[in-house]
């Protein structure tokens, strides 16, 4: 039986397709970081640093990203891989530019089948086509998109065979591009010996609001709950020495003050060292105190140079996901490879500094710490595992074992000797600390993070003016050699 559709709903039909395709699709959200795997490369991040307005066309100015420009030719603050810049005019028209500010055209408000010359060289020429509209799930969200489609031709307007032409973008109406290529290597950037290779890159995350991946932070890095347990394997060596150091971390206690994380752990450790033909082993227990405040070098987006004033170079954060969960990466995992970059003088290019041997990638996973690494070249041998955690309730991993004969323990010293009186206290602090201790610095902070007041310790007793604090809470964090102990202190 044949079924009839009244005149009424094919008319509202038709007015449905016909918004659909004249929506003004986005290229960006200029308040909005976003984070793109690409088919070949770690993920990239783009962000809007900076915009300017001329007449009817609005250029946004893009996150600069390590940028490399000949074979040894790097720029830490080079153009982003997306192209230094985008240009919208008010009918929606963008133009993305490449390496050498040569001008792609990308039309948002084409129609389906609407073809048009988006790049054009004497030799050669890109023509676009939105080859579909519809609907598709965007970072969990559907939306509408348009996916746009490349050809190569020659000067003689043929078609030829290029790269290009196996590639796509797609563009949405609320997230902006939802897939993309690297313009800033469009259609085929060779700079020198160095190649960029075209390639596709999917939007994977975005903030504001938070959808998909986020780049990993310091602090959740070291976002941890008492009861967790860390348990880590690390190994040092070559040709005639082993060591082999088995530790077993347990938060007891997280305090926070401000934008500063104080954490107190309890530390197992148990190392077996092989020097020549003598093997020792030792084992301890300990309590000591952790802080942890942001670090704008380590939370720098993916694609941008970091310091790694080790070396009084520059390196770059690569980012990925791991079965521990997210997952931020240092540096390369290759031997013989670029492991930074460096300049001389006032030279704008830095070179790359190539190392041979052990020299691996750092692996940092939220809320599981880090650096975690694998590395063995030739006799050298550097590992330093996550075997076990548990954490909210979730166990992974073979937990260590640290059953030993008990007379081999060392319990080191304890934090508990220290003494602060009265607290909460007024004008005048009285600190006694242990005989034999360590420590010779007492540094103090606001509920902020910030450091209020450094002191040089020589004695064991002594009395601490207060009169220049506000009244509120800090910390304490006594320092020397050994163990970094925290108090708090109430101020009236």
Not at 51 to 79: A, E, R, W
Not at 107 to 124: G, H, I, Q, R
Not at 178 to 189: H, I, R, V
Not at 255 to 265: D, I, L, Q, T
Request: hydrophobic letters at 35%; charged letters at 15%; aromatic letters at 10%.
């Amino acid at each position: 039986m044949s079924m009839k559709i009244p005149a009424y709903t094919v008319i509202l039909l038709l007015i449905m397709i016909s918004g659909l395709s004249a929506q003004n699709y986005r290229v960006l959200q200029p308040d909005r970081t976003t984070l793109y795997q690409g088919q070949y490369e770690p993920i990239l991040g783009m962000r809007v640093d900076s915009v300017t307005v001329s007449g009817s066309d609005t250029t946004y100015h893009l996150l600069k990203n390590l940028q490399q420009m000949d074979v040894l030719c790097f720029f830490i603050d080079g153009p982003s891989w997306l192209g230094e810049k985008i240009t919208i005019d008010e009918s929606g028209e963008t133009v993305f530019f490449n390496a050498f500010n040569q001008p792609v055209l990308i039309k948002t408000l084409a129609v389906l089948n609407e073809e048009w010359t988006c790049f054009n060289t004497p030799a050669l020429s890109i023509h676009a086509t939105v080859s579909s509209i519809g609907i598709s799930d965007i970072l969990g969200q559907p939306d509408s998109i348009k996916t746009i489609t490349f050809q190569a031709k020659d000067a003689g307007g043929e078609n030829i065979s290029h790269e290009v032409n196996n590639l796509s973008i797609v563009l949405s109406k609320n997230t902006g591009i939802a897939k993309t290529l690297n313009f800033y290597s469009f259609p085929d950037l060779y700079l020198g010996f160095a190649s960029q290779m075209l390639q596709e890159f999917t939007l994977v995350g975005a903030d504001n609001p938070n959808a998909g991946l986020q780049n990993l932070t310091w602090m959740q890095v070291h976002n941890h709950s008492p009861g967790d347990e860390l348990h880590t394997v690390q190994i040092n060596g070559w040709a005639y020495y082993q060591q082999r150091i088995e530790k077993i971390a347990r938060l007891l206690n997280k305090s926070v003050f401000g934008g500063m994380v104080v954490y107190e752990w309890e530390n197992k450790v148990k190392i077996s060292t092989q020097d020549g033909g003598i093997n020792t082993f030792t084992a301890s227990i300990d309590t000591i105190t952790e802080s942890i405040s942001p670090d704008a070098s380590f939370d720098v987006l993916p694609g941008v140079a970091w310091n790694f004033t080790e070396w009084d170079a520059w390196n770059i954060l690569k980012m990925g996901t791991g079965i521990h969960g997210l997952k931020k990466i240092q540096g390369r995992e290759t031997n013989c490879m670029i492991k930074g970059f460096q300049t001389m003088g006032s030279d704008t290019c830095f070179n790359p500094i190539i190392i041979c041997g052990c020299s691996p990638d750092h692996d940092y996973y939220e809320g599981l710490g880090g650096p975690y690494y694998t590395c063995g070249s030739g006799v050298d041998a550097y590992r330093r595992e996550l075997v076990y955690y548990k954490k909210n309730g979730n166990e992974w991993g073979i937990p260590l074992d640290f059953t030993v004969n008990t007379g081999t323990i060392v319990r080191k010293e304890s934090d508990e000797l220290i003494s602060i009186y009265p607290n909460p206290a007024e004008d005048f602090l009285n600190i006694s600390l242990p005989q034999g201790n360590t420590i010779n610095t007492l540094t103090i902070y606001n509920r902020y993070g910030q450091e209020n007041g450094r002191h040089q310790i020589t004695g064991n007793d002594f009395n601490l003016s207060l009169k220049n604090l506000s009244p509120g809470i800090y910390l304490l964090r006594f320092s020397g050699s050994g163990p970094t102990i925290t108090r708090h202190l109430i101020k009236k």
